[in-house]
């Protein structure tokens, strides 16, 4: 990434086109739909998934929501079996951007949620999947590829919240959990989009 300047915005609009970011690897999922007239898009939903649950790297979440995943494959995925969803956006271990679905488009990632006063947040949220497991920490070059990602989404897109699958759908989900370090991701962004106001949730706590 290029130093920030105040032509930022200017220069990422360029990236996406139909909702797909430029700087993304590109998989298109089948699992999404259109979304509500009207819909403002104005939330940043942060999770995280690794499959089978602690195994990086195995292209099986790819597989997921393409759903290409091979159920018999591992005892864990019977519990899951026939499951179809999606995420805009998947971020690798390595820092690596995968996109599944338009961001114009309905991914299917956050499930009954609210909101911001506002239920259904698949309708007008963009999802992003950190590779990992709730409860363990996150590697340095996921951070910077998620501040770049949310840099570039907010030079396209009205966002102006962003929280966490736990935040959204508390008791039932609790993704991604206390090894990710929200005031890390608040600093950075704060430093590179001075014009940009996130919103954090209000008891978005450091790792313990
Ligand atoms: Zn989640």
Redesign the pocket.
Known sequence: MPDPTPLAQDLLQPLWQAGWYGAARHLASPNFGPRPEGAQIDLVVI???SLPPGQYGTGAVQQLFTNQLDWDAHPYYQGIRGLEVSSHFFVTRQGEIWQFVSCDDRAW?AGVSQWRGRDRCNDDSIGI?LEGLEGLSFEAPQYQALQQLCSAIAAQYPVHYIAG?EHIAPGR?Q?PGPGFDWQRLQQQLGSVDGTQSWEFPPHASPPA
């Open positions: 999770h995280s998934i990632h999947e699958h989900k993704d």
